[in-house]
């Protein structure tokens, strides 16, 4: 089973716990279906630096496009969180 997750999912599987904490919760919004600026006013952040959080994300993860990272999430079990902290510094 783990094999078939590779195909489909193209991250390690220990990519998720590279994440810094704060790309953490912006992959989490992310999930959620929020816009950059949605996230951005939710964390406190300017947009500019949740665009730069996202590009360092889909890097760490091997996705090419948002429907990747979203895809790849699906596929190990990763999901909107419901306890997203809006106090979490950078």
Same mark, same amino acid.
């Given at each position: 089973?783990? $094999?078939? @997750? ?5 991250? *390690?599987?220990? &990519?998720?716990?590279? @994440? ?13 279906g ?6 951005? $006013?939710? @964390? =406190? =952040?300017? *947009? =500019?630096?949740? $665009? ?13 496009t948002?429907?990747? @990272?979203? =895809?790849? &999430?699906?596929?190990?079990g ?8 809006? $106090?979490?510094?950078?």
């Amino acid at each position: 089973m783990d $094999e078939a @997750l590779d195909q489909i999912n193209p991250w *390690p599987s220990n &990519a998720v716990m590279q @994440l810094t904490p704060v790309a953490t919760t912006v992959l989490q919004h992310i999930l959620k279906g929020r816009t950059n600026r949605q996230i951005a $006013e939710a @964390l =406190r =952040r300017s *947009p =500019r630096t949740i $665009e730069v959080h996202r590009r360092h994300i889909m890097r760490k993860l091997g996705a090419s496009t948002i429907v990747d @990272l979203i =895809r790849a &999430a699906s596929a190990r079990g990763l999901g909107p969180m419901t306890n997203i902290s809006t $106090e979490e510094s950078v």
